[in-house]
């Protein structure tokens, strides 16, 4: 297994220099070829953009504190995927040297090549410019097993991939509701990102069929059938009424 990825500072630096909704190809590395094609290798990218604060698109701290980057690390928005990606096109598109890449070691990447290339575009065969973009993908993490002895869900991966308020905080939940049996479970949240593109129209970048999706916490679920209650007795059901 790979361990952590100690970036360097090219790297941190490149990260750093984003402002707001900058996309910057961070650097490239090796990966498994897929099964379809064993033997063309793969490669994959490193995108970051720097996208809005969900709870405020200013950040107050950093303009009061400009020099002292522990006020600007902690609410950035600088979110990151990966675009796998074949030679040529690393190549061709974002200007990866070829013998370099080609040298490149499977090992997890911790061997990478610096890209650096900030708000990187590309012409599809159809003549359109067309810039790479980050999509915020929330979905809710459905619980996988049921313990019935000591009554809880366990949550696959929950540790990794569940939402945090904040690097130190406590895990997010939302609600869901089970459509066949009307039954609502907290769930925890987790806040993706991938890799997608946007196209450009005269000064302006237009989504390609896509917008971001996201969940509040603790989302309002509407039961869509309502349980039918047989009291004891006609004092009881009066009770109900009343209620």
Same mark, same amino acid.
């Given at each position: ?54 709870? #405020? ?18 609410? =950035? ?6 675009l796998t990606i074949k030679a040529n096109m690393a190549v061709k598109d974002f200007g990866v040297n070829s013998s370099?890449?080609? #040298? ?19 012409? =599809? ?8 973009q980050l999509q915020k993908v929330a979905k809710l993490l459905i619980p996988s097993n049921f313990d019935p002895i ?5 949550y696959d991966n929950v540790a990794t991939k569940a939402k945090k308020a904040g690097a130190n905080g406590r895990f ?6 089970? %459509? +066949? =049996?009307?039954?609502?479970?907290? %769930? ?10 946007? +196209?450009?129209?005269?000064? %302006? ?29 006609? %004092?009881?059901? =009066? ?5």
């Amino acid at each position: 297994m790979a361990g952590k990825i100690n970036y360097s500072q090219q790297e941190k630096d490149a990260i750093q220099s984003l402002k707001l909704m900058d996309v910057l190809a961070l650097n490239i590395k090796r990966i498994k070829s897929s099964k379809n094609a064993p033997d063309l290798k793969n490669y994959s990218i490193e995108v970051r953009q720097m996208l809005p604060n969900a709870n #405020n698109g200013f950040n107050e701290l950093n303009y009061f504190n400009p020099e002292d980057p522990s006020f600007s690390q902690s609410s =950035t928005g600088i979110r990151v995927s990966w675009l796998t990606i074949k030679a040529n096109m690393a190549v061709k598109d974002f200007g990866v040297n070829s013998s370099e890449l080609d #040298n490149l070691p499977l090992d997890g990447g911790q061997t990478r090549l610096f890209i650096g290339k900030m708000n990187p575009s590309f012409i =599809t065969p159809d003549g359109s410019t067309r810039f790479l973009q980050l999509q915020k993908v929330a979905k809710l993490l459905i619980p996988s097993n049921f313990d019935p002895i000591k009554d809880k869900f366990y949550y696959d991966n929950v540790a990794t991939k569940a939402k945090k308020a904040g690097a130190n905080g406590r895990f997010i939940k939302g609600e869901h509701i089970d %459509e +066949t =049996t009307g039954v609502i479970t907290a %769930e925890y949240i987790i806040d993706e990102c991938v890799v997608k593109s946007s +196209t450009q129209v005269g000064d %302006e970048l237009v989504n390609d069929n896509w917008e971001h999706i996201t969940i509040d916490e603790y989302v309002e679920a509407t039961v869509p059938t309502q349980a039918v209650v047989q009291p004891q007795s006609q %004092e009881q059901l =009066t009770v109900l009424k009343a209620l």
